[in-house]
């Protein structure tokens, strides 16, 4: 029972690089979310996902990319790097009406 | 525009004490307020969570209280212990057509001291 999986734990990206940061999910939730947090601002939104092929923007989605080619997995891509993306990047999932889960979270540096 | 204010931003509370903390929110198309415990390295797990029919909400030493019509709602932590020393959020979700998207307090960094 893996609920929600992120990887990877820990990247360190130089300015410009891009990435992607996986996100899976084993419980058949239909809704998924990424989300950045950043010390003293809580939990910020970038993009989320109401099912396979439907996506959309949060509070804070420029400079990432998602697509949501399967019910299972959410990627976070980020097209060139800036130092202003360092943070704690986390996936959550949730079935309508649910309580929603999180992953462990993915620690991003960008030098 | 920040939909959920949560206060205090840090707490210290000695062993035994309650914990207080507090939300306020303005979207009244909120359907559910769920409470978050995060411990460093970690991430957030539901801890408690009320449904705007109802006042109060109690599991063991986690009690919700919510006031609909002052559009506020607060996590007491009775009888504090050290190992409730974590992060806490406050959110409020939106039903509807956007399934559920939460909506996030600042947070709050409780130290409960031995």
């Known amino acids: 029972n893996a609920g929600v999986t992120q990887t990877p734990k820990f990247q360190v990206l130089k300015t410009g690089q891009s990435m992607t940061l996986q996100c899976a999910q084993d419980?058949?939730?239909?809704?998924m979310s990424w989300y950045r947090q950043d010390p003293g601002m809580g939990l910020r939104l970038i993009h989320y996902?109401?099912?396979?092929?439907?996506?959309d923007q949060g509070e804070v989605p420029n400079g990432y990319n998602v697509s949501r080619s399967t019910t299972e997995d959410f990627p976070l891509r980020l097209l060139s790097a800036a130092p202003s993306q360092t943070s704690v990047y986390f996936c959550?999932?949730?079935?309508?009406?649910?309580?929603?889960?999180f992953g462990q979270g993915t620690r991003l540096t960008v030098v | 525009q920040q939909q959920v204010k949560q206060s205090p931003q840090s707490l210290i509370v000695q062993k035994g004490g309650i914990s207080i903390i507090n939300c306020a929110y303005e979207?009244?198309?909120?359907?559910?307020f769920p409470w978050y415990q995060q411990f460093p390295g970690k991430g957030p797990a539901l801890l408690i969570a009320i449904r705007p029919d109802v006042s109060e909400k109690k599991e063991g030493r986690f009690t919700i209280s919510f006031n609909k019509s002052a559009k506020q709602f607060s996590l007491h932590i009775m009888d504090s212990q050290p190992g409730d020393s974590a992060t806490y959020f406050c959110?409020?979700?939106?039903?509807?057509?956007?399934?559920?998207?939460?909506?996030f307090g600042r947070g709050t960094q409780l130290t409960v001291w031995p």
């Open positions: 959110a409020g979700r939106s039903g509807g057509s956007t399934l559920g998207r939460l909506y």
């Open positions: 959550a999932s949730s079935a309508r009406g649910s309580r929603a889960f």
């Open positions: 419980m058949n939730h239909e809704y």
């Open positions: 996902s109401v099912g396979a092929g439907i996506t």
């Open positions: 979207n009244t198309a909120f359907d559910y």
